[in-house]
């Protein structure tokens, strides 16, 4: 067993005992004191996980048709915590999202984690709940190479691709009526439909986070064909989402997520899927922010 699995296995066992503690003494199993996701699971002996199809390198499918990324690998490791917590072996049901659905997915229950590449933010918390973020990024835009389009300003009466359901849809909407740039929003399913309208000239522009315009770039070994331009249109930290008002699993996340920062496993994660080649050969090259850097340091001290 690993460093990481020994302390999440540590981590489950106080959590499940300070359930027991705060309840009555009796008969029952600690397994019957479980209560919201933490006992669907338990009961099921499945746990539904959301996926992205196209959020390199965080969340999307590889040559076999099988999620892989950057999130996926964290979610995996609470997927491990969930199941020391309820003492059971849970079976992962891969349910693919997309930017529009990913949030009413989760609070349906449809699925108990929603791991991709999604903004955590005020008005998202009013729904539902999310983890520590993983990742810190804001809006870009993607343009061919020589494209007359290096800032925002640039982007007056063109037609731009966003992707439905993404605050960056919402950004680009109210940048064009900030300043009156009559921007054609050219609304896709997802980021590799986006991504499409700009290859194929029915759209100038493709705009969302920036590591996700890198990712895609990546993923296609397209750099001598396109760029990414202009400042930071947004702020945007990334985080695993998943039902509100729900303290068992709420704490499980937390604790988890302080577990493996203080291990080092989501640096490690990090260089893997950031770092390296991912596998298309291709490789983003993106060291950790400043930002992100300090996240992560935090919570390994939470940890400690």
């Known amino acids: 067993m690993t460093r990481t699995a020994t302390l999440l296995s540590a981590v489950a066992a106080w959590?499940?005992?300070?359930?027991v503690l705060t309840l009555p003494a009796g008969p029952a199993q600690a397994q019957e004191l479980l209560t919201g996701t933490l006992a669907k699971v338990r009961e099921s002996g499945t746990i539904a996980i959301g996926h992205r199809e196209a959020s390199v390198p965080f969340s999307y499918l590889n040559a076999r048709k099988e999620p892989i990324?950057?999130?996926?690998?964290?979610?995996?490791?609470?997927?491990?915590?969930?199941?020391?917590?309820?003492?059971k072996s849970l079976t992962i049901k891969w349910v693919?999202?997309?930017s529009d659905s990913r949030i009413d997915a989760v609070v349906s229950g449809q699925v108990d984690l929603e791991c991709g590449s999604t903004t955590s933010n005020l008005e998202r918390q009013k729904r539902v709940a999310f983890s520590p973020t993983m990742f810190v990024s804001g809006t870009k835009v993607l343009v061919k190479k020589g494209a007359p389009i290096q800032s925002f300003r640039d982007l007056a009466g063109k037609k731009v691709a966003v992707t439905a359901g993404t605050t960056n849809e919402k950004t680009l909407r109210d940048l064009s009526q900030k300043f009156k740039l009559n921007i054609e929003?050219?609304?896709?399913?997802?980021?590799?439909?986006?991504?499409?309208?700009v290859k194929e000239g029915q759209?100038?522009?493709?705009?969302?986070?920036?590591?996700?315009?890198?990712?895609?770039?990546?993923?296609?070994?397209?750099?001598?064909?396109?760029?990414?331009?202009?400042?930071f249109l947004s702020y945007d930290p990334y985080a695993v989402m998943y039902r509100k008002g729900d303290p068992q699993l709420n704490k499980v996340v937390i604790d988890t997520f302080q577990v493996l920062a203080e291990d080092g496993e989501i640096h490690r994660q990090y260089k893997r899927w950031f770092m390296r080649k991912?596998?298309?050969?291709?490789?983003?090259?993106l060291p950790m922010s400043a930002q992100l850097e300090t996240i992560i340091?935090?919570?390994a001290v939470k940890a400690e």
């Open 96 to 98: 693919p999202v997309t």
């Open 203 to 231: 759209a100038d522009a493709f705009a969302t986070d920036d590591v996700l315009l890198y990712g895609l770039i990546a993923r296609d070994a397209a750099k001598a064909q396109y760029e990414v331009v202009g400042d």
């Open 69 to 87: 990324g950057y999130s996926i690998e964290l979610c995996r490791a609470l997927v491990t915590a969930i199941e020391d917590t309820v003492n």
């Open 15 to 19: 959590l499940l005992a300070a359930v």
């Open 297 to 299: 340091q935090t919570m």
């Open 278 to 285: 991912l596998p298309s050969g291709e490789s983003l090259n």
């Open 185 to 197: 929003l050219k609304v896709a399913r997802d980021h590799a439909e986006s991504f499409a309208l």
